[in-house]
Structure formats: C-alpha cells, structure tokens
C-alpha cells in the first residue's frame, strides 16, 4: 500500500539554525500538508500547498517558515533560524484532492532545537 | 471557528474490555477521520468516516454528521491499543482541525 515518508525521523539542531524536513507524498496524489504537535499537545494545520503555491496557511506559519516542492516527488518545510518553541513533531500528508478527500500522514519528524 | 471536543480525556482499560471513544464538533463538517498516535508519536489512519459506519476487525466507528458526533469502539482491547486516540475534522477548506485526544492505557 502506498505511504507517505519523511525523512529525518529525527533531527536535532541549535538555535538559530535552518533546518529542511523532508517528505514523499503518496504519487498520484496533488494535495500536500504539513502540521505541528508540540509535546503532550494536539496536532495543529501548518499549511496546505497545491499547484506549486500555497493554498492556506495558519498564523503559526510565519515568515520563519516555507515550503517547496523542488521536483516531482519531495515536498520541504524548510524553518530558518530555528528557536527553542519549534521544538515538536512535524507531520506531512498528502491527498487526492481537498476538503472531502483523506489525507495520509507520514510517520513523523521529531525536531529537537537545543 | 470550530470546536473537537474528545471525550473522555483519559481511559484506563484492563486488557479485553471494551470502550467507546466519542468526538462532538460544533458545526457541519466535510471530512473526519480517527487516528491512533503510538508511543513512538506515530499517527496511525483508523478510519476515514465523515459518515456512517466502518468497522475493521476489532474496531469499529459511526459518524452521525447531522447530530455533530462521532464514536470510536474498541472492542477486546489489547495492550498495543494503548496510545492517544484523535478524531480530525475538516471544516470549510483544506485543513484538518483535531480533537483534544483521548489517552488510553490497556493494562495486562
């Protein structure tokens, strides 16, 4: 059955760095999504990305943060200079099409920011 | 905007028994899907259900869109159900709004 990965399931980095988190949707899929869960807290919508653009993005997806899809199969949440706060778990889905469509979740980055 | 409410927050289990999970949202809904999130954070897919029934081996859901709730069963809980349970629901655009979790520990 095809899955969502990313890839790292775990990084750890320094305050003030940038870090990219990486993720292959599910191929025939055209809806991609990243979302956040700081620890012990649920999971919240970070953006949603079709066509090359931004489709919507919440008020935690400042300008600290952007997306990409730098070819036919990665989608990127790049976080330039990092702070402690960023510190969660960082999922990618992807879907068929919007609203009424299921999203598959990826497994999961841990991001620990020291 | 929307509100998921989960309920209960917290449920303890001895292993076999079984329980109901129940997600109330305060509007009308697109989509809504149940997850399982394991001791790792993994979030594991249960059921894409924004209505009707679904069951899959010892689980089972029912979403009543037009009451505004959902019901997860667990039916013979196991040890490896343990983990916190979230219902999702999209309202209006892309995006996925989650519950408040319900945290469940099976004991052996």
């Known amino acids: 059955e095809p899955e969502v990965t990313q890839t790292p399931s775990h990084q750890v980095t320094q305050m003030g760095q940038e870090v990219i988190l990486r993720c292959v949707p599910i191929?025939?899929?055209?809806?991609f999504y990243w979302y956040r869960q700081i620890l012990g807290q649920k999971v919240e919508f970070l953006v949603s990305?079709?066509?090359?653009?931004?489709?919507?993005k919440s008020e935690i997806f400042d300008d600290q943060f952007s997306v990409e899809r730098p070819d036919g199969s990665n989608f990127t949440l790049k976080i330039r200079s990092t702070k402690l706060e960023d510190s969660a778990m960082y999922f990618c889905?992807?879907?068929?099409?919007?609203?009424?469509?299921?999203?598959?979740f990826g497994p999961g980055t841990r991001l620990t920011v020291t | 905007g929307i509100q998921v409410e989960q309920s209960p927050p917290d449920l303890i289990l001895q292993e076999g028994a079984n329980s109901t999970l129940r997600c109330n949202f305060s509007d009308s809904v697109n989509n809504l899907q149940w997850f399982h999130q394991n001791p790792w954070g993994q979030l594991i897919n249960l059921f894409y259900i924004p209505s009707g029934t679904k069951q899959n081996g010892r689980l089972s859901a029912t979403t009543v869109a037009t009451e505004r709730y959902s019901l997860l069963y667990i039916s013979s809980s196991q040890t490896t159900d343990s983990g916190v349970y979230f219902c999702?629901?999209?309202?209006?655009?892309?995006?996925?709004?989650f519950g408040t979790g319900t945290r469940l520990k099976v004991l052996a």
């Open positions: 999702a629901v999209v309202w209006g655009t892309y995006k996925y709004i």
């Open positions: 191929s025939n899929h055209l809806y």
């Open positions: 889905a992807s879907s068929e099409g919007p609203i009424t469509y299921e999203q598959y």
């Open positions: 990305f079709y066509n090359n653009e931004i489709s919507e």
